[in-house]
């Protein structure tokens, strides 16, 4: 019994939110890398494309609610999230036009756009707090739980509980959904193929025929899209402030790295590996330790870092990769 509670609190404290988290992970660091891999910069505003595209979505679904249209048990932020995929896609191809389409002309160097991105990305964060505020956002309604804490101890007879929050599921499902859509796209469609083909030669991809400014344009619309589900299932999962995302740029940028930069299957692989080595970290294993080795009582909570700094996992695990291995796990470009 006391080796099912321990793995029932391995489950519901480190399994189920790291899975959720990572999943987020892995949608946004795929619009880097896919920015990275196609456009040939690091999008330091990719982060506050996300607020930007939650927020967006927060304002449609209080829009929808007082309007009396709701989603059944599902968030209503469902609804709303194509309308914040269109103004994040219609923001993120203005930009390009007015600031990015110019260093490209005159092919600057990727570093120049990198701090260019930096520019961009406290504009986007002053129009995101300008919009919506700067107050922590709750927006999740419908179900609270796909399985609650008191039905589970209920119906097993177990001490530990697990809980999995609709949100967590709805991540999950919904990246799923997406990141197989997107590479449905990538192999299946002219466009996919145009893009890839674009991102392995610009010069051949060019002497193809292929539209260069059809390819960025596509590349922009689907970063946006990515930007703005993983920052609204991130908010519906936890809560959405302004400068949360701005912090969340660290973590999304190491899974990208992680993974390979540039390739989008690393991109996911690292997210995940970035999400569950920050929960496993940050756990207080006491519980688990004294459930697996009777009669012992630790001092402490056994955790290895307290959750203020979780951060610092992402930056380690970068560190160590740009030393040792600097085209990731899944060999993307050199950073």
Do not use: C
């Not at 988290?21 to 982060?47: D, E, K």
């Not at 097993?156 to 990246?175: D, H, K, W, Y």
């Not at 030669?201 to 589900?229: C, F, H, K």
């Not at 290895?304 to 796990?329: C, D, N, R, W």
């Amino acid at each position: 019994m006391d080796i099912l509670n321990a793995l029932v609190a391995i489950l519901n404290y480190v399994v189920v939110p790291a899975t959720a988290y990572g999943a987020q992970l892995a949608l946004g660091a795929l619009g880097v890398t896919l920015i990275y891999g196609i456009l040939r910069f690091s999008n330091f505003a990719h982060g506050d494309t996300m607020a930007f595209g939650t927020a967006i979505t927060i304002l449609i679904t209080w829009a929808l609610q007082s309007a009396g249209i709701g989603f059944g048990p599902l968030p209503t932020a469902l609804i709303a999230l194509p309308f914040g995929i269109a103004a994040t896609a219609l923001l993120v191809l203005g930009t390009d036009k007015i600031v990015y389409s110019y260093y490209r002309k005159v092919r600057a160097a990727p570093v120049v756009l990198t701090m260019v991105s930096v520019g961009v990305m406290f504009l986007m964060n002053g129009l995101t707090r300008l919009l919506i505020g700067v107050d922590e956002i709750k927006f999740a309604d419908g179900a609270r739980f796909l399985i609650s804490a008191q039905e589970f101890k209920k119906a097993t007879g177990l001490a530990e509980p697990l809980a999995i929050r609709s949100t967590q599921a709805i991540t999950v499902i919904t990246a799923a959904i997406v990141v197989a859509a997107l590479f449905w796209f990538l192999a299946k469609t002219r466009t996919g193929k145009s893009m890839r083909a674009f991102s392995d030669n610009e010069d051949l991809a060019l002497l193809s025929g292929i539209n260069p400014s059809r390819v960025v344009a596509m590349t922009w619309i689907i970063a946006a899209a990515l930007a703005t589900i993983a920052g609204t299932l991130y908010g519906l999962d936890k809560s959405f402030k302004a400068f949360n995302y701005f912090q969340l740029l660290l973590p999304v940028f190491a899974a990208a790295i992680v993974g390979g930069l540039g390739n989008p299957l690393g991109a996911i692989a690292g997210g995940f590996i970035i999400a569950y080595s920050e929960v496993a970290v940050t756990y207080a294993w006491k519980k688990v330790a004294m459930y697996l080795i009777p009669g012992f009582q630790p001092d402490s909570l056994l955790q290895l870092l307290s959750t203020e700094y979780k951060f610092a996992v992402s930056f380690t695990i970068l560190i160590i990769v740009l030393l040792f291995k600097p085209t990731g796990l899944f060999k993307g470009k050199s950073v």
